[in-house]
């Protein structure tokens, strides 16, 4: 660009007051002018999380949309009348054995509602897919001013955006839940598998739900959820967990000026992440490359010295379908939205979950083999050259999953 005609586009910006022009041109004092950038448009971040995953890459090149596979998501239930499960009929389950359950009371409707809203925001990073729709981000404006603002994007979808979702709640209205219902659902699985052998009606489970875990307790691994986990791969599902949120503690140094800091925490990896069959997922960023691990995601190794988490995936401020009581902590019905963000280990293993059934769809003979399946996964993801204890084997890639066979 001509020097002069820059300088003159400057003085003119400049003196016109806050624009959005204006704000594209950098200015400093080694020169009038060092660039002038494009005010580019920004996206939801499940859309980024879907770029970080090479989700979208895998979706246009092997056509990996998760089509003829069923996922079941244990949690706090699936809002069934989100538009985001519309498109696909994610929650339909036409022409097959399975029906939505409720571990906790109430009936197969009661499966398909979701007062916390978890489940639906978890099922969503999974699979479905909306286009034109509006999305609502946390704008922190200061550590005592949080605000909502809304964006339109052209679309949101899940990592298999064709994958059936099987809605088995353990987690009641308020989010609670107990390990009795949790155990319960994996039995019941267990027996469909056993039911329909040969055949099987469903390919993997994503368990977003766990507790803090104790190795004084019992044996790390050996807890009654873990062995529930491991039978369940051997009888032929992928089992993803979410490694928790406890990896961040409090110590304070000595003395008597010492202060309280906090710090990375290991053997933090919470039940049923302890399983050793179970694919165990810690959190990153949409930028994984520069931010690394997530602070609060829990660290290995487990009690017992075993290698965990195995995977990370982005797991902070992830966009997807609100429902229930994370919708309505959006505010007044004027800022709130089909989509909302959050955070947590809960949103980094549907990625890998949506990963594997996108995986499985292209290679259908890798159905029921789970460990050449988990094998696969942990073989192709890439390094981020953080610790083992933070990033297990590192970021999942679906490109280098479907292509590594």
Known sequence: MDIELANHM???????????????????????????????????????????????????????????????????????????????????????????RSFVGGSVADALTDKAGHGTHVAGIIAGEDTGVLIARNHIVDDKDLRVRQEKVAAVSGMAPKCSLLSLKVLRSDGSGDLVALIKALQFLRQLLQEHDGELPVHGVNLSVGYPFDPSWFG????????????????????????????????????????????????????????????????TSASPYHTGVSYFSS????????????LVAPGERVVSAAAGKLWEELGPPSTRTPYAENSGTSMAAPHVSGVAAAFLSVHRGFIGRTGEVKRILLGSAVDLGRSRDFQGNGLVDTMSAIQSV
């Open 10 to 100: 400057w003085d003119t910006f400049k003196n016109s007051g806050p624009s959005d022009v204006s704000e594209r041109v950098q200015h400093d004092s080694r020169g009038p002018i060092r660039g002038l950038w494009p005010n580019f448009e920004i996206h939801g971040l499940i859309n980024r999380t879907a770029i970080t995953t090479k989700s979208l890459a895998a979706q246009r090149a092997f056509g990996a949309y998760g089509e003829g596979i069923t996922w079941a998501v244990v949690d706090s239930g699936i809002e069934a009348n989100h538009s985001h499960f519309a498109r696909h009929s994610n929650l339909g389950l036409p022409g097959s054995p399975l029906s939505h």
């Open 220 to 283: 790390t691994g050996q807890t009654p959820v873990c062995r529930e986990v491991d039978a369940l791969v051997r009888a032929g599902l992928v089992v993803v967990a979410a490694a928790g949120n406890t990896g961040c503690g409090m110590a304070r140094g000595f003395g008597p000026r010492a202060s309280s800091f906090q710090m990375g925490v290991g053997q933090t990896i919470n039940d049923p992440g302890n399983a050793e069959a179970a694919i165990t997922v810690g959190s």
């Open 299 to 310: 660290k290995g190794p487990t009690g017992d010295g075993r290698p965990k988490p195995d």
